[in-house]
């Protein structure tokens, strides 16, 4: 089974930056795409940026040019740079990775709290 455990939330003013990091068990790390998600109070969780296997990213347009998204194969971590942060970036972020294991499975972090405010 794989666990991800998120880390690196936490207040910051407007225009600040935050990095995010996501450690994940398990052996499967480095051949699967992972997201970082995140849900503001009263919306849906939404995706912010995506990695594939091999370092591809994209981005949700209201993020780009802001946010990085990497990862670290050997330390079997992923992680979100925001920088700029805005107050309507504020939300829980959530790490993500779909794996099979003789059916495909979905793995969600527990999640890390970002607060962007004066």
């Known amino acids: 089974q794989v666990q991800l455990v998120e880390s690196g939330g936490g207040l910051v003013q407007p225009g600040g930056s935050l990095r995010l990091s996501c450690a994940a068990s398990g052996s499967i790390f480095s051949i699967y795409p992972m997201d970082w998600y995140r849900q503001a109070p009263g919306k849906q969780r939404e995706l912010v940026a995506h990695?594939?296997?091999?370092?591809?990213?994209n981005y949700a347009d209201s993020v780009k040019g802001r946010f990085t998204i990497s990862r670290d194969n050997s330390k079997n971590t992923l992680y979100l740079q925001m920088n700029s942060l805005k107050p309507e970036d504020t939300a829980v972020y959530y790490c993500?990775?779909?794996?099979?294991?003789?059916?495909?499975?979905?793995?969600w972090g527990q999640g890390t709290q970002v607060t962007v405010s004066s």
């Open positions: 993500h990775v779909s794996y099979y294991r003789t059916r495909w499975y979905d793995a």
């Open positions: 990695i594939t296997s091999d370092g591809i990213t």
